[in-house]
């Protein structure tokens, strides 16, 4: 087992953070097929705030072994902002999921690759080589040849869709800083405790009763939620965010899948395309992360 975590350990932090992103946003994807499977019958807000409840469930057991000190940080204020962002993307991002083609939601998502370099350019004042700039853009391209806009038909959930994105990126950003000041478990525990508050009166107000195979769903996507956290900090921690935000086009293809597995949703000569383009500048991305490293 040693040698395997020092092999681990010797490979590059943006290779180590791109792999971890892989296993995170299939997580991620995970959890949003059962949310759009149960947000059929429960309202999206309810789904948020028993699954925050799950979560801080899960982490309770860190938080009493560190109760001195899980909460002290000397940037609350981003601890604040982190949740603050996370509350818009989740009710607009999950909305659209339920609402829309789960592939055609994650398509749309992707334009937070192109909003987390500019934000990540701006405020972390990351550099961007050419090489890099042309694999993010081509697989931008590739998300728009999955959705092929068309401003007549454009509606409420796409933009839903494209606000959650924008606030994404905001997350990565504030991500990238507070990982490198607070441990994950400060990180989490702020993150639960805020966003539970928040959905508390909204949910009062809109309560349904799930019936067992939807409680059984929700503590499921409360698990995955908590295991996504901790592996999207894990991964900003150790790599840069302009660096490895692009792995996680990787999503499409895992929604496309489950898409077609669970909700009967065929992927289009538009998806099929976009696909092969995104997977191209996936692997070009991840080609780039193990050279960019030593050459540095």
Known sequence: MQIYFQRWQAQPSNVRGSLII?????ASVAMSSLIKHVGQTI???EILFIRQVLVLMVILPVIFRNLGTVFKSSVYGLHFL???LSIIAMYTGFTAVVNMPLAEVTAINFVRILFTTILAIIFLKEIIGMRRW???IIGFIGVLVIIHPDPDNINIYALMAI???LFVSGINIVMRTLSQIDNPSTIMAFQSVFVALVMAGPTWFQWVMPNLGEMMCILMIGTLMALMQWLFIQAYKVGEAAAIAPMEYVRLLYAGAIGIIFFAEIPTVWTLSGA????ASTLYTL???AVRTPQK
């Open 43 to 45: 309202p999206v807000v």
């Open 287 to 289: 080609h780039r992360n």
């Open 134 to 136: 042309s694999s993010i």
């Open 163 to 165: 606000i959650s994105a």
């Open 276 to 279: 092969a383009i995104i997977i």
């Open 82 to 84: 982190r949740a603050s």
């Open 22 to 26: 892989l296993i995170a946003s299939l």
